[in-house]
Every structure is written in structure tokens, then in C-alpha cells.
């Protein structure tokens, strides 16, 4: 309890601009150097930040390998048209599989420990193009580094494409790629085509049987890429470390012994760990106090501290050791800042800190420790031009490498507007009556493979279609409840970290439903979903599809998951294990190919898995959880055995026209992605063994943590009175009570996501128009309606409620101009306190009001809107009006509209009643923490705080000059 404590009492300036505001997001702050923030009292100070001698860094091998292989395929061999599992008659009767097929080629054996396999398949779409999917396998316990491929014995008739840096550039001058890294035991997929040089069928084509000499060139390597992470294990594997951010410590566990040995105190609730190559030091950031943290491993003593004055920005939250030792890297989430420190052999020295953009995430280091990756955790730019996007840094002086490693929103008008290509009914609509929301957003961090090829990005997207509340059943719709968004892993191709970008759908050259230049404008992104399964026939269980796979590919995942908050690998990344936060599971993907290993994921026995750290050998696993005081220890010998680890593997897919039951989700193509897991194991050959206490007993008072549980989960298995569906919980459009940067279609009308924090129990009646009087009303009400639990008892739902009310932290504010602050809020004062009476969100509960709730004010400030572009766009209304069951309802929720005691949306799907209101008033909301916001107002018309800033005071006629603008917007930062 002591930490959510210090959490809210960070000074804050009360009060804040005229009566219609919703938070939002700024440009980086104004810098102060020198002075470090008032913060808690127990913050201990800055200790030995003044190091001499020069900086080190572990050698590296760098022997150079000349490995040659001959490659033998026929271009056109039946195996290449393996028939799908479907029955005579069925639309599908011609489909084949569209995975890679292995063992097609004859290729010569491993050479130094490295062999070559090539998954293959011919697209449909292009017959001029053979798909070679290269496989290289490293059973040694060395890698290679910076590999090239040369190719000999070309026929003059064939040319070959790089797919795996473009699938739609031209043919390559010269057959030379780039490959990039193979990890020790690690395995790198390149992706390239051998096509016809004059753009003809391959069928037939007297140069299709193709015989080719492959040579890699390059150097040996021990490197792998390191990544932030929230727990660690010592480098000869006898010591976990783990911080404990409730109880301000980090926990040392001995490995042999199974049981806590130290404990070290760590004021500023510390989280993320990190070992230094050698083993002489342990890191951990403290965000409370703005620190990072050097501990002493033999002598468990803190032997340094740096915070604000020593390069450290506000609520550092993720810190990474550079490969070869070098240097530490800490990104700060408030402070948008990435400091560096370099490795003087007995400490560390700030070395520069730069900022990197808005709310930065997890990182990873390039195994040659040249470049640093960093997510963040919301999309930039308005509604229709939003995009997710990673930075890239250089190490060395932590410039910018670049920042257009990017996941643009297929919902905006540049991206729909392909459609118009389609012809016919699409042809009649411009791009902007097209839009809709479909956003990528809430990255939880960068993570490089082992090889650093391959960045992946767990996080989620928006939806464009209306998130249904009510009783399904009474409403007589076929409709499943608490699916709220699906889990996403983007993928980025890292090989050259400067132009690192998003790779591109593998089923691009394969989707016969949508023309190839519909295909190439879109460009569509690669990404693992974790949509709903549906298994349509008793006679073949095995055979499952997805109506909600967006980006149809054999990459979906086989199960539904919650959102995934870090990923590890397996030795050598042959496996990659996401950590899902919400559902409490681990999932598993080949590592190579990101196609599912099993059918269920694994389980864990604790709430809220934070990330997953594993033993040298990569036999063993810990688990570090957010709601739980132990960590799991998972067996992973099952991935771990030398000589037996595993091999790339692909699941049989199509995309399917008979399996067609509900509609589909995608744009890319109408038909569904199905899946033959008749081969596919249950369940990956990992599991929980135990678990190893952290304290004696939990610090957090029982009823916030469970409140916290049932804010943070979503798996029915453990939780059905909360959800339906393990993509349905609170923490999925406010993580850490934050916001997801994006806007809905919700029954009430297109809502931005309003941040959580501080707690919603001083804000008044809750949501947009003051529809809920308290969050005990609300949470009860959305955890059946909503999410489609089976319904909180009165102890859960007085846990969560209070939860929701009065214990969600709130983040530092940002460094501020004390004398813009202090004219800002005398501006304030004088003409916006009317409406935000409690603009810092101080008030606490009473006993006539133990949930919040109270005052119902609402206001017409001209915000009303009747498309707010979250919904799909105009073109789609008409559509949708052609259905007279759902028609009425799906356009009744664009824009805002009055709510009477007949309303169509309500009634229709037999919602909870909402009390009558016009269609433009709204509440006030909340201003605390307002700067964090992406987006601003209720409809998400903003982007900026400042232009929110501007647009109050024009339509309330308050002739504010700008520099009177600018110092409201420096107030509203302290908030």
C-alpha cells in the first residue's frame, strides 16, 4: 500500500482549460538540468555517479567462414500443391496448403555446424515466382555475423528477389543478399524468389528445375542481442534476481536452493533487471524515484545510484546491458528519454541521455551493440493518419538511426483508399468515406531475436466495429460478449538496424479475391493474431478457422490469448515464448517461422505474469508476476536438450471460402484463414514445476489487490465471473489505468479512451455523458454487459470498484518552466475553474460516497460530432443499412446522438437504460495527468494538447494570445 501512497502524493499544482477537455499527449517537455524532483522523502540520494578510466567492453571472435551449399528444386513438383483437407464438393475442393513446404529441395549436408533447409511454395497469384522461405539452422555454439549470400548457377533466364526486405521491389542486379546473423544454436529465416526473368508462368518453363550453389561470407560470433527485462538470471545461472516493486526491493534467489537468500532495499519500487556480462553487478531502475540502481552481486551492497541530475529522465521503467558489456541503456517513460552509461570496469558513467520521442518502452541492443531499439507504447498523429512506430538509436551517441520504422493504420484514408482499385461499389467512395479506426497501438517493448534479424512487438489494434453491450441472448443475436481486441505481435525486419521496418503479409501473392494491385497499395503488414477459433464439422475437429484474422496467414495463432506484455526465447531462439499479462498464459511459437507449436498455451498459477527469464543452458524458467508475491519456475528441458533442439515447423493452412459462418474481419481478403492442426501437440512440453516465495506476506492491502487482479485479467477459465473471453478486460484499453491512444464505436457513440489515472472516484458521474453514477455501478453493469462474465459477487465487485476508484497511480508529471507554470495557472484560475472544479483529482472517498460518483455536470461547449472516424466511414453505413436487425444499431452509434427512454442502441441489444441526454452535452473530464493523452476530447478530434488548448478558448471567446496558450499547456503538465 505504502507505494500507491507515494505514488499519489508526487506533488502536483492543482486545477485545469475551459469546460471540455480530455487528456492528451504534447511534445517533449522543457528540460531542467541539475536538479533533481521532490519526491518521496525515503528516495535515497545519487551515490558514486563520478567514475575515471576508460570504457570497456568484452571481445568478440571474429574468424571469417566461407560455407558453401548446393541446392537442387523443381520449381514445379507436385509436392509443392499439397491438396487442403476438404470434401468433394466444398468451394474449397481445389484449395492446397499455402505454408511453405520443406523437404522439396535436396540440399547438401550442414558445413561447420550450419545446414540449410528451404521451406517453398509457388503463389497463386504470381506464376512467375518460385517463394524460397531459407532456413539456417546453427547447431554449433558460436553464431555468424553480418552473412551474405552469394548464389551461383543462375540461368540467364531466372533473376532473384529480395522478399524479405521488399516483396514488391524488382529483381535484384546481382544474386547477393544480405542475411544478417545466425545466433549460437539460433536460426535466421530470409525470405527470397526465384522468378522468371521475363515475368512468365514458371508451369512448364524449361528453366524451372534449378540447380544453384549457395556461399555464406562472413565472421564467427558469440553475440546475441540483449533485450529489457523484468527479472534476470546470473550468467552462471546459481542466482535469480527479481525485483519486487510492493515491497521496495529486489529478492536474490538461489537457483540450487530454490529459496530467497537476500533481500536488497530498493526505495522507488524498482522494476526491470539486468545482469552485467560478468556477473559482478546487478541494474535495476527505481521509477519512483527517478533512479537507476547499481548493486554489488558479491556483497548485495547498492554501489551506485544515478537519478534526474545524473541523466536519468522522469519514471524510468526499462534498462538493458549493451551484448559486449559496454554500455547500460535506461528509457524513461515520462521523461521520453534514453540515457546511456559506459562500463569503467568497477562502475558505470553517465555517458548522454537524448530524447527519443513520447512514452518509450521496452528495449534491445543489437548483438554488435551498435544500435539500441525502442518502442512506444502509443500510435502518433490524429485519428486518420495514426501509426505505431519503434526508434532506432545509435549507441554510440544515441542519435537517431531512424524513427520510420513504422505500422501505419489500415483504416486510414491513404491505406483504404486502395480499395477504390477493387472497382465497383469501392470506386464510388472517396478515401475519407472509407476511414475507420484500426490502429496498432500499446507496444509493450521492442525485442530483438538472438540473432537481432528479427524485432518483435507485442501490443494491440483498434477496431472499427462496434463493441457490443447488453444481453446477447435476449436481443436474439448471435454474439459473443467480452472481445474486446485481439493480441497482436508485429514483425520488423532488423538485419540493418537504420532501416529497420515492418515486414510485409506473406499471403500478399495468394489471395485470389483481391487483385494484386489492390495488394501492393495496401502493402499490408505480417502479424500474429490470436483470433476467435471456430471448429464447424464433428467429423473433422482438427480442422479450425478464424473469422477474426484480420491479415489472413499461416502465422495466426491457434488460440485465443490476453495482451502481451514481454517475449523471451528458447536456447538459441529456436522457440519464441510470449508472456501474456491478462490471461496468465505462455504462448509458444516456432521461432524462425512465428507459426503456433501447440493448441492451448500453458497456464500459470499466479496473476499477471510480468516476464520470463531463463537459465544459461535454457532448461529452466522464472516467472515474475504483478499480482503475485512468488515466481514460477518453469521446466523448458523440453526446448533445451544439446543436440536435439528443435527444427523450424510450419501448421497447414488456406484461406478458405466454404468455412465462412459469420463474415470476416479482414480487408485483405474474404475468405477465412483455416487451419489443419490434425499434427499440431496439445500443448507445448513446458510447465510449471513450483514456485519460490518473494515475501512472507503481500504488502498491498487484500482488497486493492484484488481490485488490481480483477482490473488487470481476463481468462475465463480462472475468472468467468469477469469475462467471457481472454481478450476482454479492462487492462486492455487501459493498461496501468492509462489509455490505448485510440477511438471506439461504443453503444454510448465513438469514444476516444480516456485515461484511468488517479482513480476515477473524484471525477464524478463516469463516462463521456455522465452515464454511470459510480464505479461500482459501472463495473458491475460492464463486467456482464461488457465483458460477458457470468457476474461479480458483492466482495469482487467492492474490490474492483474501489480499485477503479481511488488506486489507480498516477504518473509524475514531466519536467516543467516553474514561472510559465505559475502564469498558465492563474489563467486557469480565472476561466476554466467553473467547469474543472477538481482538476487534480485530489478529492478522496466519503462514506456516502465510497465509489466516488456525485456531481453531475454537463455542458454544451459546441463538441458535438457526427462522424468522429473511429466507426467505419460513411460508404460502410450504407451497407450496414441494408440489414434491418443490426443496420439501425451500427449507424446509430456514429457520432453522438441524444439518448431517450426509446433509444434504438439500448433497447435493441436490451442494454442497461442510460439516463436522457441531448446530443452535445458532455462532462468535464478529468485533467490529471492530461499531457500523458495521444488524443483529446471525447471524439478524438485532437491530437495535441495545445490545439485542445486553443480550440476551448476560441469557442468560449477567451482572447488567449499564444504564449498565454503556451503557459495553460505548461500548467496542465504539472497535473
Same mark, same amino acid.
Given at each position: 500500500?505504502?507505494?500507491?501512497?507515494?505514488?499519489?502524493?508526487?506533488?502536483?499544482?492543482?486545477?485545469?482549460?475551459?469546460?471540455?477537455?480530455?487528456?492528451?499527449?504534447?511534445?517533449?517537455?522543457?528540460?531542467?538540468?541539475?536538479?533533481?524532483?521532490?519526491?518521496?522523502?525515503?528516495?535515497?540520494?545519487?551515490?558514486?555517479?563520478?567514475?575515471?578510466?576508460?570504457?570497456?567492453?568484452?571481445?568478440?571472435?571474429?574468424?571469417?567462414?566461407?560455407?558453401?551449399?548446393?541446392?537442387?528444386?523443381?520449381?514445379?513438383?507436385?509436392?509443392?500443391?499439397?491438396?487442403?483437407?476438404?470434401?468433394?464438393?466444398?468451394?474449397?475442393?481445389?484449395?492446397?496448403?499455402?505454408?511453405?513446404?520443406?523437404? @522439396?529441395?535436396?540440399?547438401?549436408?550442414?558445413?561447420?555446424?550450419?545446414? #540449410?533447409?528451404?521451406?517453398?511454395?509457388?503463389?497463386?497469384?504470381?506464376?512467375?515466382?518460385?517463394?524460397?522461405?531459407?532456413?539456417?539452422?546453427?547447431?554449433?555454439?558460436?553464431?555468424?555475423?553480418?552473412?551474405?549470400?552469394?548464389?551461383?548457377?543462375?540461368?540467364?533466364?531466372?533473376?532473384?528477389?529480395?522478399?524479405?526486405?521488399?516483396?514488391?521491389?524488382?529483381?535484384?542486379?546481382?544474386?547477393?543478399?544480405?542475411?544478417?546473423?545466425?545466433?549460437?544454436?539460433?536460426?535466421?529465416?530470409?525470405?527470397?524468389?526465384?522468378?522468371?526473368?521475363?515475368?512468365?508462368?514458371?508451369?512448364?518453363?524449361?528453366?524451372?528445375?534449378?540447380?544453384?550453389?549457395?556461399?555464406?561470407?562472413?565472421?564467427?560470433?558469440?553475440?546475441?542481442?540483449?533485450?529489457?527485462?523484468?527479472?534476470?538470471?546470473?550468467?552462471?545461472?546459481?542466482?535469480?534476481?527479481?525485483?519486487?516493486?510492493?515491497?521496495?526491493?529486489?529478492?536474490?534467489?538461489?537457483?540450487?536452493?530454490?529459496?530467497?537468500?537476500?533481500?536488497?532495499?530498493?526505495?522507488?519500487?524498482?522494476?526491470?533487471?539486468?545482469?552485467?556480462?560478468?556477473?559482478?553487478?546487478?541494474?535495476?531502475?527505481?521509477?519512483?524515484?527517478?533512479?537507476?540502481?547499481?548493486?554489488?552481486?558479491?556483497?548485495?551492497?547498492?554501489?551506485?545510484?544515478?537519478?534526474?541530475?545524473?541523466?536519468?529522465?522522469?519514471?524510468?521503467?526499462?534498462?538493458?546491458?549493451?551484448?559486449?558489456?559496454?554500455?547500460?541503456?535506461?528509457?524513461?517513460?515520462?521523461?521520453?528519454?534514453?540515457?546511456?552509461?559506459?562500463?569503467?570496469?568497477?562502475?558505470?558513467?553517465?555517458?548522454?541521455?537524448?530524447?527519443?520521442?513520447?512514452?518509450?518502452?521496452?528495449?534491445?541492443?543489437?548483438?554488435?551493440?551498435?544500435?539500441?531499439?525502442?518502442?512506444?507504447?502509443?500510435?502518433?498523429?490524429?485519428?486518420?493518419?495514426?501509426?505505431?512506430?519503434?526508434?532506432?538509436?545509435?549507441?554510440?551517441?544515441?542519435?537517431?538511426?531512424?524513427?520510420?520504422?513504422?505500422?501505419?493504420?489500415?483504416?486510414?484514408?491513404?491505406?483504404?483508399?486502395?480499395?477504390?482499385?477493387?472497382?465497383?461499389?469501392?470506386?464510388?467512395?472517396?478515401?475519407?468515406?472509407?476511414?475507420?479506426?484500426?490502429?496498432?497501438?500499446?507496444?509493450?517493448?521492442?525485442?530483438?531475436?538472438?540473432?537481432?534479424?528479427?524485432?518483435?512487438?507485442?501490443?494491440?489494434?483498434?477496431?472499427?466495429?462496434?463493441?457490443?453491450?447488453?444481453?446477447?441472448? *435476449?436481443?436474439?443475436?448471435?454474439?459473443?460478449?467480452?472481445?474486446?481486441?485481439?493480441?497482436?505481435?508485429?514483425?520488423?525486419?532488423?538485419?540493418?538496424?537504420?532501416?529497420?521496418?515492418?515486414?510485409?503479409?506473406?499471403?500478399?501473392?495468394?489471395?485470389?479475391?483481391?487483385?494484386?494491385?489492390?495488394?501492393?497499395?495496401?502493402?499490408?503488414?505480417?502479424?500474429?493474431?490470436? *483470433?476467435?477459433?471456430?471448429?464447424?464439422?464433428?467429423?473433422?475437429?482438427?480442422?479450425?478457422?478464424?473469422?477474426?484474422?484480420?491479415?489472413?496467414?499461416?502465422?495466426?495463432?491457434?488460440?485465443?490469448?490476453?495482451?502481451?506484455?514481454?517475449?523471451?526465447?528458447?536456447?538459441?531462439?529456436?522457440?519464441?515464448?510470449?508472456?501474456?499479462?491478462?490471461?496468465?498464459?505462455?504462448?509458444?511459437?516456432?521461432?524462425?517461422?512465428?507459426?503456433?507449436?501447440?493448441?492451448?498455451?500453458?497456464?500459470?498459477?499466479?496473476?499477471?505474469?510480468?516476464?520470463?527469464?531463463?537459465?544459461?543452458?535454457?532448461?529452466?524458467?522464472?516467472?515474475?508476476?504483478?499480482?503475485?508475491?512468488?515466481?514460477?519456475?518453469?521446466?523448458?528441458?523440453?526446448?533445451?536438450?544439446?543436440?536435439?533442439?528443435?527444427?523450424?515447423?510450419?501448421?497447414?493452412?488456406?484461406?478458405?471460402?466454404?468455412?465462412?459462418?459469420?463474415?470476416n474481419a479482414s480487408l485483405v481478403s474474404t475468405a477465412h484463414t483455416t487451419r489443419d492442426v490434425s499434427k499440431v501437440p496439445e500443448i507445448p512440453p513446458i510447465k510449471e514445476v513450483g514456485q519460490i516465495a518473494l515475501v512472507d506476506k503481500?504488502?498491498?492491502?487484500?482488497?486493492?489487490?484484488?481490485?488490481?487482479?480483477?482490473?488487470?485479467?481476463?481468462?475465463?477459465?480462472?475468472?468467468?465471473?469477469?469475462?467471457?473471453?481472454?481478450?476482454?478486460?479492462?487492462?486492455?484499453?487501459?493498461?496501468?489505468?492509462?489509455?490505448?491512444?485510440?477511438?471506439?464505436?461504443?453503444?454510448e457513440g465513438e469514444r476516444r479512451t480516456p485515461s484511468l489515472r488517479g482513480g476515477v472516484g473524484s471525477r464524478g458521474w463516469l463516462h463521456a455523458k455522465a452515464t454511470h453514477p459510480d464505479a461500482y455501478e459501472l463495473v458491475t453493469t460492464?463486467?456482464?454487459?461488457?465483458?460477458?462474465?457470468?457476474?461479480?459477487?458483492?466482495?469482487?465487485?467492492?474490490?474492483? *470498484?474501489?480499485?477503479?476508484?481511488?488506486?489507480?497511480?498516477? #504518473?509524475?508529471?514531466?519536467?516543467?518552466?516553474?514561472?510559465?507554470?505559475?502564469?498558465?495557472?492563474?489563467?486557469?484560475?480565472?476561466?476554466?475553474?467553473?467547469?474543472?472544479?477538481?482538476?487534480?483529482?485530489?478529492?478522496?472517498?466519503?462514506?456516502?460516497?465510497?465509489?466516488?460518483?456525485?456531481?453531475?455536470?454537463?455542458?454544451?461547449?459546441?463538441?458535438?460530432?457526427?462522424?468522429?472516424?473511429?466507426?467505419?466511414?460513411?460508404?460502410?453505413?450504407?451497407?450496414?443499412?441494408?440489414?434491418?436487425?443490426?443496420?439501425?444499431?451500427?449507424?446509430?452509434?456514429?457520432?453522438?446522438?441524444?439518448?431517450?427512454?426509446?433509444?434504438?442502441?439500448?433497447?435493441?441489444?436490451?442494454?442497461?437504460?442510460?439516463?436522457?441526454?441531448?446530443?452535445?452535452?458532455?462532462?468535464?473530464?478529468?485533467?490529471?495527468?492530461?499531457?500523458?493523452?495521444?488524443?483529446?476530447?471525447?471524439?478524438?478530434?485532437?491530437?495535441?494538447?495545445?490545439?485542445?488548448?486553443?480550440?476551448?478558448?476560441?469557442?468560449?471567446? @477567451?482572447?488567449?494570445?499564444?504564449?498565454?496558450?503556451?503557459?495553460?499547456?505548461?500548467?496542465?503538465?504539472? #497535473?
Amino acid at each position: 500500500m505504502r507505494e500507491l501512497t507515494r505514488f499519489l502524493l508526487i506533488p502536483v499544482v492543482a486545477t485545469v482549460v475551459a469546460c471540455s477537455f480530455e487528456q492528451g499527449g504534447d511534445n517533449a517537455a522543457m528540460r531542467l538540468t541539475g536538479v533533481d524532483p521532490a519526491l518521496d522523502p525515503s528516495c535515497q540520494s545519487a551515490l558514486n555517479t563520478k567514475l575515471n578510466g576508460p570504457m570497456l567492453r568484452q571481445a568478440d571472435l571474429n574468424d571469417p567462414v566461407s560455407l558453401w551449399y548446393s541446392v537442387s528444386l523443381d520449381a514445379n513438383d507436385p509436392r509443392l500443391w499439397k491438396p487442403a483437407r476438404v470434401r468433394v464438393g466444398d468451394l474449397d475442393q481445389k484449395a492446397h496448403e499455402q505454408q511453405p513446404q520443406l523437404d @522439396i529441395a535436396e540440399i547438401s549436408p550442414a558445413v561447420n555446424g550450419l545446414s #540449410l533447409e528451404i521451406g517453398i511454395k509457388r503463389p497463386s497469384e504470381r506464376s512467375d515466382l518460385l517463394w524460397l522461405e531459407l532456413l539456417f539452422i546453427n547447431d554449433a555454439p558460436t553464431g555468424f555475423k553480418n552473412l551474405t549470400l552469394s548464389i551461383n548457377g543462375l540461368s540467364s533466364k531466372l533473376v532473384i528477389y529480395d522478399l524479405t526486405t521488399d516483396i514488391w521491389a524488382d529483381p535484384l542486379e546481382s544474386p547477393e543478399l544480405f542475411i544478417g546473423n545466425v545466433a549460437p544454436e539460433g536460426v535466421t529465416r530470409f525470405i527470397a524468389g526465384v522468378g522468371t526473368a521475363d515475368g512468365s508462368s514458371l508451369t512448364g518453363h524449361r528453366s524451372a528445375r534449378i540447380k544453384l550453389d549457395f556461399g555464406l561470407h562472413g565472421t564467427r560470433t558469440t553475440r546475441e542481442a540483449t533485450r529489457s527485462q523484468r527479472i534476470a538470471v546470473t550468467p552462471d545461472g546459481a542466482e535469480v534476481w527479481a525485483p519486487y516493486a510492493d515491497g521496495n526491493k529486489v529478492v536474490v534467489i538461489d537457483t540450487e536452493r530454490g529459496e530467497a537468500v537476500a533481500d536488497i532495499a530498493v526505495e522507488g519500487a524498482p522494476q526491470g533487471m539486468a545482469i552485467t556480462p560478468d556477473g559482478r553487478f546487478a541494474l535495476t531502475v527505481a521509477p519512483l524515484c527517478n533512479q537507476l540502481v547499481v548493486i554489488d552481486r558479491e556483497s548485495r551492497e547498492v554501489v551506485q545510484r544515478f537519478g534526474e541530475a545524473d541523466g536519468i529522465g522522469r519514471e524510468p521503467r526499462e534498462v538493458v546491458i549493451a551484448p559486449d558489456g559496454s554500455r547500460v541503456f535506461v528509457a524513461s517513460y515520462v521523461g521520453d528519454t534514453l540515457a546511456a552509461f559506459e562500463w569503467r570496469g568497477n562502475g558505470f558513467v553517465h555517458s548522454g541521455t537524448a530524447d527519443v520521442g513520447r512514452r518509450p518502452t521496452g528495449i534491445s541492443v543489437a548483438p554488435d551493440s551498435s544500435a539500441v531499439f525502442v518502442a512506444h507504447l502509443l500510435p502518433r498523429g490524429a485519428l486518420p493518419q495514426n501509426e505505431g512506430w519503434v526508434s532506432v538509436h545509435s549507441a554510440e551517441d544515441l542519435s537517431l538511426l531512424t524513427d520510420q520504422a513504422k505500422v501505419v493504420d489500415g483504416g486510414n484514408p491513404d491505406v483504404i483508399g486502395c480499395l477504390r482499385k477493387l472497382g465497383g461499389f469501392y470506386e464510388r467512395w472517396q478515401p475519407e468515406q472509407l476511414q475507420m479506426e484500426g490502429a496498432f497501438t500499446l507496444f509493450q517493448g521492442a525485442f530483438l531475436n538472438p540473432g537481432g534479424t528479427e524485432l518483435l512487438v507485442p501490443g494491440s489494434v483498434t477496431v472499427p466495429f462496434l463493441i457490443f453491450e447488453g444481453d446477447m441472448e *435476449a436481443a436474439g443475436l448471435d454474439r459473443r460478449l467480452g472481445r474486446i481486441t485481439t493480441a497482436n505481435i508485429l514483425s520488423f525486419d532488423a538485419r540493418i538496424p537504420a532501416a529497420t521496418h515492418a515486414r510485409q503479409l506473406d499471403t500478399s501473392f495468394e489471395i485470389p479475391d483481391r487483385a494484386l494491385i489492390y495488394q501492393r497499395c495496401a502493402n499490408r503488414n505480417a502479424n500474429v493474431e490470436f *483470433a476467435n477459433r471456430y471448429e464447424h464439422e464433428p467429423d473433422r475437429p482438427s480442422i479450425w478457422t478464424y473469422d477474426g484474422a484480420s491479415m489472413p496467414t499461416g502465422e495466426t495463432g491457434l488460440f485465443q490469448t490476453g495482451h502481451v506484455r514481454s517475449v523471451t526465447y528458447s536456447r538459441g531462439g529456436r522457440r519464441t515464448i510470449l508472456v501474456a499479462y491478462t490471461s496468465d498464459e505462455l504462448v509458444v511459437l516456432d521461432g524462425a517461422t512465428r507459426h503456433p507449436v501447440s493448441r492451448e498455451h500453458i497456464v500459470l498459477s499466479g496473476s499477471n505474469p510480468l516476464g520470463l527469464a531463463l537459465s544459461p543452458d535454457g532448461a529452466t524458467g522464472y516467472v515474475l508476476y504483478d499480482n503475485s508475491p512468488y515466481i514460477s519456475i518453469i521446466d523448458l528441458q523440453g526446448y533445451a536438450t544439446e543436440g536435439a533442439l528443435p527444427r523450424p515447423s510450419y501448421v497447414p493452412f488456406w484461406l478458405s471460402r466454404e468455412l465462412d459462418p459469420r463474415g470476416n474481419a479482414s480487408l485483405v481478403s474474404t475468405a477465412h484463414t483455416t487451419r489443419d492442426v490434425s499434427k499440431v501437440p496439445e500443448i507445448p512440453p513446458i510447465k510449471e514445476v513450483g514456485q519460490i516465495a518473494l515475501v512472507d506476506k503481500d504488502p498491498l492491502d487484500p482488497r486493492v489487490r484484488r481490485g488490481k487482479i480483477l482490473f488487470s485479467s481476463a481468462n475465463p477459465d480462472k475468472y468467468p465471473q469477469l469475462s467471457a473471453h481472454r481478450e476482454g478486460s479492462c487492462s486492455h484499453c487501459h493498461p496501468g489505468g492509462g489509455m490505448d491512444g485510440s477511438a471506439w464505436p461504443l453503444i454510448e457513440g465513438e469514444r476516444r479512451t480516456p485515461s484511468l489515472r488517479g482513480g476515477v472516484g473524484s471525477r464524478g458521474w463516469l463516462h463521456a455523458k455522465a452515464t454511470h453514477p459510480d464505479a461500482y455501478e459501472l463495473v458491475t453493469t460492464a463486467s456482464v454487459e461488457v465483458l460477458g462474465g457470468t457476474g461479480l459477487d458483492k466482495s469482487d465487485a467492492d474490490a474492483f *470498484a474501489n480499485y477503479l476508484a481511488w488506486h489507480i497511480p498516477r #504518473l509524475q508529471a514531466p519536467v516543467t518552466d516553474p514561472e510559465l507554470v505559475a502564469r498558465g495557472k492563474a489563467i486557469f484560475s480565472e476561466h476554466c475553474t467553473n467547469c474543472h472544479k477538481d482538476a487534480a483529482g485530489q478529492r478522496g472517498p466519503t462514506a456516502a460516497r465510497p465509489y466516488g460518483g456525485g456531481e453531475l455536470n454537463l455542458y454544451n461547449v459546441g463538441t458535438r460530432t457526427r462522424y468522429a472516424g473511429a466507426a467505419m466511414g460513411e460508404a460502410f453505413q450504407k451497407l450496414f443499412m441494408m440489414d434491418p436487425v443490426r443496420g439501425p444499431v451500427l449507424t446509430a452509434v456514429v457520432g453522438d446522438r441524444a439518448y431517450k427512454p426509446d433509444d434504438i442502441v439500448f433497447t435493441s441489444l436490451k442494454a442497461s437504460p442510460r439516463p436522457e441526454r441531448s446530443a452535445g452535452e458532455f462532462k468535464p473530464p478529468s485533467l490529471v495527468n492530461v499531457w500523458d493523452n495521444a488524443l483529446f476530447f471525447h471524439d478524438a478530434r485532437f491530437s495535441e494538447l495545445r490545439q485542445a488548448v486553443r480550440y476551448m478558448a476560441d469557442k468560449n471567446f @477567451i482572447p488567449l494570445t499564444d504564449p498565454e496558450v503556451d503557459a495553460v499547456v505548461e500548467y496542465l503538465r504539472t #497535473l
